[in-house]
């Protein structure tokens, strides 16, 4: 399913994306703020893998973010079913495209299609309580904060987002 913002394309992450992908997920400054830190190569490409098989098993996943003028790479978004059975909203972006709404725009357009095309009722997102750029797009999607807990050495802010709000 490619979504379509006035600024971007969301493209289903697949293999013609793994460099760009690995670029991104290889950069301490971008991965510095998500849970798992910076990948190696091989780990990228079971993480592409594993957003393959979310889109077969579950009808979403991950999506290149992509500029809609030169169909440049600026990082991925989407959803991921969690263990626990909850849809968690994902984002990053690579650091020459942050700080430009982009993450907000693409958070907002899988968004829409989580609650108007997926049929799913509530979506989840985890944040650095001190990623104040993730708070923004969070909140600017109207998250509300549920809890902030420490894990892993690392105080992070827990979220949710119904379909009805």
Not at 125 to 148: E, H, K, P, Y
Request: charged share 25%; net charge neutral; glycine share 8%.
């Amino acid at each position: 399913m490619i979504l379509h913002t006035p600024r971007l394309v969301l493209e289903p992450m697949a293999e013609d994306h793994f460099e760009d992908l690995a670029r991104l997920r290889s950069d301490p400054l971008v991965m510095a703020q998500m849970l798992g830190g910076a990948e190696t190569q091989a780990e990228t490409r079971a993480t592409l893998a594993a957003y393959r098989e979310s889109w077969s098993r579950h009808g979403f996943g991950a999506w290149a973010v992509l500029s809609r003028t030169d169909r440049e790479f600026l990082g991925e978004t989407g959803l991921r079913q969690r263990e626990t059975g909850e849809i968690a909203l994902r984002f990053a972006l690579k650091t020459t495209a942050q700080g430009q709404g982009f993450a907000g725009e693409a958070a907002a357009a899988v968004l829409d299609f989580a609650f108007t095309q997926a049929g799913i009722t509530e979506v989840t997102a985890v944040s650095q309580a001190a990623n104040a750029a993730s708070l923004r797009v969070l909140a600017g999607c109207r998250f509300r904060c549920l809890r902030q807990e420490r894990r892993n050495g690392k105080n992070l802010a827990f979220f949710a987002l119904s379909a009805d709000e």
